[in-house]
T-cell receptor
């Protein structure tokens, strides 16, 4: 049973435009959310995170939005660059329950077209 | 910093054979995680260790899977006997869990691509 869902397996965006990647979760105990980026033949690398006490976190071109009532988060990349082409995984954690493990979605493959 | 090291990077084996995947976490990290990546289920947590002790192995699919962490710098994931449906990429990740709380980023290794024929 997937507790974290990424319903779009792929997304193509023109260079310079905005990329929006979406993620939904079902477990109301989740209180920390992360995005990981993965290039082929490499392990996922941490990109950006957000705590459930916030609704937005920004880091350069990357912004994560959290809508707790809808159990939804999104990652915005502006402007998109060809080097952003990768698989993006959404992950969630129930930190306040003492758990250290992450629950991942199935990933969204982003292709930024030059 | 060498990062998380996994070996082998690729493994091709025949059904019924034993497979052992190895992981060396980042020095000083006290938690280690084994994940499996498939197209259908994304990244699934198989098992994780804190201070070399298995904490949650509920993700281990069957008794054919076992994991050990004999010391802070080494862990193995064993599949015996292997089956074609075990074909996937297996990732190891490590983290430093602080008692003071806060988020503890997980650092992933490059993965082992396993193919069971």
């Amino acid at each position: 049973d997937q507790q974290v869902k990424q319903n779009s397996p792929s997304l193509s965006v023109q260079e310079g435009r905005i990329s929006i990647l979406n993620c939904d979760y079902t477990n109301s105990m989740f209180d920390y959310f992360l995005w990981y980026k993965k290039y082929p033949a490499e392990g996922p690398t941490f990109l950006i995170s957000i705590s459930s006490i916030k609704d937005k976190n920004e880091d350069g071109r990357f912004t994560v939005f959290l809508n707790k009532s809808a159990k939804h988060l999104s990652l915005h990349i502006v402007p998109s660059q060809p080097g952003d082409s990768a698989v993006y995984f959404c992950a969630a954690s129930a930190r306040n329950s003492g758990a250290n493990n992450l629950f991942f979605g199935t990933g969204t493959r982003l292709t930024v077209i030059p | 910093d060498a990062g998380v090291i996994q070996s082998p990077r690729h493994e091709v084996t025949e059904m019924g054979q034993e497979v052992t995947l190895r992981c060396k976490p980042i020095s000083g990290h006290n938690s280690l995680f084994w994940y499996r990546q498939t197209m259908m289920r994304g990244l699934e947590l198989l098992i994780y260790f804190n201070n070399n002790v298995p904490i949650d192995d509920s993700g281990m699919p069957e008794d054919r899977f076992s994991a050990k962490m004999p010391n802070a710098s080494f862990s193995t994931l064993k599949i015996q006997p292997s089956e074609p449906r075990d074909s996937a990429v297996y990732f190891c990740a490590s983290s430093l869990i602080r008692l003071s709380g806060g988020y503890n980023e997980q650092f992933f290794g490059p993965g082992t691509r396993l193919t069971v024929l």
